[in-house]
């Protein structure tokens, strides 16, 4: 098998009399970041977590520190590398899942414009409701091929009104 590695720009054997290759795999749940190392075999090979808090300034509000949370990433990264004994150029790819349909605002530069806000995230339901049954929610998936969800709504609503000056030129990752 041939895989083709994006971040090195060269292709390499899998198998065969090649050196082993290993994966990462990084998850940033409700409550943990974790990282996991897998050889080609899909044996795990080191793993290691680490607890993110959530902040909470209002009830139903669920949100995240960035730059919290980049820090778990690194941490757990490379205490998974120090654990393996891999060295990191031995990694031929990485993957990453989220916890849900979480909102995270950065500026052009990449930096954060505002906490993540989590799927938990419950302060603008009513929106939801509202738009379901005006057809908002069909209009947004048309464009852009997502469905809101309570985290997204918060945007969406601010976006259109004040936030504008708060959020401008601003790139939005949605989970």
């Known amino acids: 098998m041939h895989v083709y590695n994006p971040c090195s720009c060269q292709i390499f054997k899998m198998n065969g009399g090649d050196k082993m ?24 090979i ?3 977590s680490i607890f993110v808090p959530v902040i909470t300034p209002k009830s139903g509000y669920t949100e995240r520190d960035m730059e919290t949370l ?7 990264i490379r205490e998974v590398v120090i654990r393996s004994k891999v060295s990191a150029d031995k990694i031929a790819g990485v993957s990453f899942s989220g916890h849900g349909k979480g909102l995270y605002m950065v500026d052009k530069a990449g930096k954060p414009v505002y906490n993540g806000i989590l799927s938990t995230d419950t302060r603008a339901w009513k929106f939801v409701k509202k738009w379901e049954k005006d057809g908002t929610k069909e209009k947004v998936y048309e464009l ?3 469905f809101l969800s309570v985290s997204r709504s918060v945007f969406w609503r601010g976006f259109s009104r004040r936030s504008r000056k708060y959020f401008p030129k601003c790139s939005i990752f949605f989970q």
């Open 70 to 76: 980049w820090q778990a990433n690194v941490q757990v």
């Open 46 to 48: 080191a793993v290691a």
């Open 21 to 44: 290759r290993y994966f990462m795999g990084i998850d940033n749940g409700g409550t943990f970041s974790k990282a996991a190392l897998f050889d080609e075999n899909g044996n795990q």
């Open 144 to 146: 852009f091929r997502t």
